[in-house]
Antibody, heavy 121, light 106 residues
Framework: QVQLQQWGAGLLKPSETLSLTCAVY????????WSWIRQSPKKGLEWIGE???????HYNPSLKSRVTISEDTSKKQFSLRLRSVTAADTAVYYC???????????????WGQGTLVTVSS | SYELTQPPSVSVSPGQTATITCSGD??????ASWYQQKPGQSPVMVIF???KRPSGIPERFSGSNSGNTAALTISGTQAIDEADYYC?????????FGGGTKLTVL
């Protein structure tokens, strides 16, 4: 059974860079896209972007200019960097296994435990 | 940009059937997934590919998707089903979530 464990800094100042990492346990890293999703009271669930084991990425157009998602297949980990954060980026950030590369319509499952990131001066 | 619209809240009596809708332009031409989220917990997928249940999800959860509307139906709703529910679909290479529906069992 696949499990995801995530970690990273929870308190940032405006203009700093958010950095989170997610490790995949108990399953294969290949064959899927791996996503970052955030949740705030104002915006609800918002997909940030995804990466597959070949390093192919897709980003939410609304965040694309500030986001980088990378992966380390040897460690079965993937990471999120969000630059120039503001208070609007305050949210709970989740990692999740996303769509399968060979099968359409597979949802996000499972999800990481979530990390509350607060941006405040 | 593509949008998915859900009712903010739905109420149901225990043992009755709850239906939560999700509307979007030609949503029936895309696959819909549904997620359950209880307070303080990460979302859990309850339906994928419109109608399929992941392992471990009770049979009382079912889904449909046609035209512009996808629906999540919970038959014989139990108190433990009280939660927020979100629909999700893909538009090109972007995942879209609905705004969420709070299901109250009273």
């Amino acid at each position: 059974q696949v499990q995801l464990q995530q970690w990273g800094a929870g308190l940032l100042k405006p203009s700093e860079t958010l950095s989170l990492t997610c490790a995949v346990y108990g399953g294969s890293f290949s064959g899927y896209y791996w996503s970052w999703i955030r949740q705030s009271p104002k915006k609800g669930l918002e997909w940030i972007g995804e990466i597959n084991h070949n390093g192919v990425t897709h980003y939410n157009p609304s965040l694309k200019s500030r986001v980088t998602i990378s992966e380390d297949t040897s460690k079965k980990q993937f990471s999120l960097r969000l630059r120039s954060v503001t208070a609007a980026d305050t949210a709970v950030y989740y990692c999740a296994r996303g769509r399968a590369m060979s099968v359409a319509g597979v949802g996000f499952d499972p999800w990481g435990q979530g990390t509350l990131v607060t941006v405040s001066s | 940009s593509y949008e998915l619209t859900q009712p903010p809240s739905v109420s149901v009596s225990p043992g009755q059937t709850a239906t939560i809708t999700c509307s979007g332009d030609k949503l029936g031409e895309k696959y819909a997934s549904w997620y359950q989220q209880k307070p303080g917990q990460s979302p859990v997928m309850v339906i994928f590919q419109d109608t399929k249940r992941p392992s471990g999800i009770p049979e009382r959860f079912s889904g449909s998707n046609s035209g512009n509307t996808a629906a999540l139906t919970i038959s014989g709703t139990q108190a433990i089903d009280e939660a927020d529910y979100y629909c999700q679909a893909w538009d090109s290479d972007t995942a879209i979530f609905g705004g969420g529906t709070k299901l109250t069992v009273l």
